[in-house]
């Protein structure tokens, strides 16, 4: 049976589109019931209408708490019966109880090598930190920012032409196909988040994940 999802967005929406994509494709065995975004001008709202999908508008700035914002979005989420929640460029820190609330059924999408530079402006921090290589990790969400368990990380070199801009393009490639798969394992119920370990296929996981690589399905 088709794993439900609601989708949680701030801006493009191209990872969203990723998931759109493959769902169509037959790839990936879940189905959107809505896409969820704290900015009316967000384009994913457009690529989920596009796709039929119900796209909600819940603006922060009306919330006077950030608990009173979260208890709003939790209200829309479990209206559409979510089994997984999926954050696709959602810029807003989420609070304790929320968090836990979806403890297990909430994934993230960061572009760092997680333990490593959580927050903002991954790409450059990278750049000034003189590494080699740079990434982007699928985890687990908790109610300490980017802290969650890692499940999936991809990996690209950085190259001594590159600038945050560049970076930011091969991050976003290699974005659209890891979030997809991680989902995947998901659905097919290969993968589970436990006491804080992350298992797949009954096996726990390291602390960093799983590499990517074109082969893994």
Do not use: C
């Amino acid at each position: 049976m088709s794993l439900s999802v609601v989708v949680l967005i701030s801006g493009s929406g191209s990872n969203l589109q990723a998931l759109i994509d493959q769902s169509l494709e037959g790839k990936l065995d879940i189905t959107i019931k809505a896409v969820i975004s704290n900015k009316a001008d967000a384009f994913g709202l457009e690529r989920a209408k596009k796709a039929n999908i119900p796209a909600v508008f819940i603006d922060h700035k009306k919330f006077s708490t950030r608990e009173e914002f979260d208890a709003s979005l939790q209200y829309e989420i479990d209206q559409h019966k979510a089994e997984l929640v999926v954050l696709a460029g959602f810029m807003r820190i989420l609070t304790e109880g929320f968090t836990r609330h979806y403890d297990g059924k909430m994934l993230n999408i960061h572009p760092s090598l997680l333990p490593k530079f959580k927050g903002l402006n991954t790409h450059q921090r990278a750049i000034d930190a003189g590494d080699k290589e740079h990434g982007v990790s699928v985890h687990f969400v908790t109610g300490e920012l980017d802290a969650g368990a890692v499940v999936l990380q991809a990996v690209t070199e950085i190259e001594p032409s590159d600038d945050a801009e560049s970076l930011s393009k091969k991050v976003h490639n290699l974005e659209h196909k890891i979030y997809p798969l991680a989902i995947k394992w998901f659905s097919q119920k290969r993968l589970a988040y436990k006491s804080g370990k992350v298992m797949l296929d009954s096996e726990r996981l390291s602390d960093t994940g799983i590499r990517y690589q074109q082969d893994i399905h």
